[in-house]
């Protein structure tokens, strides 16, 4: 009798590991179905969303600079005074 159901433990374990192997194989064929979808999807489309995706970087960026804005003028401003002044004193060394 506990031979018989060893048996029965061991062929049913076997089922379980077959079921695993071939649930296995199916989602790697489902992955690979899954992407051949997904490549159906025109390049037109595609590139509409890469722009989408750009535009909406670029808007933020722009928000980000109207927001740093006033001090990234003066930054600017005074980075433009500084190589003006070195200019100056430049020629000012060369010219005593």
């Known amino acids: 009798m506990e031979v018989v159901m060893m048996i029965v433990m061991v062929v049913m374990l076997l089922l379980m ?3 695993k192997e071939e649930d296995k194989r199916m989602r790697r064929v489902r992955r690979i179905m899954r992407k051949m979808r ?3 999807t025109s390049a037109r489309t595609r590139k509409r969303s890469v ?3 750009r ?3 670029w808007r933020l960026r722009r928000m ?7 001090s990234m003028m003066r930054m600017r401003r005074m980075k433009k005074m500084m190589r003006i002044n070195m200019m100056r004193w ?3 060394i060369k010219g005593r």
């Open 64 to 70: 980000n600079r109207m927001r740093m804005g006033k």
């Open 17 to 19: 590991l077959m079921e």
């Open 55 to 57: 535009m909406r970087k």
């Open 38 to 40: 997904r490549r159906r």
């Open 51 to 53: 722009r989408r995706k």
């Open 90 to 92: 430049k020629r000012w």
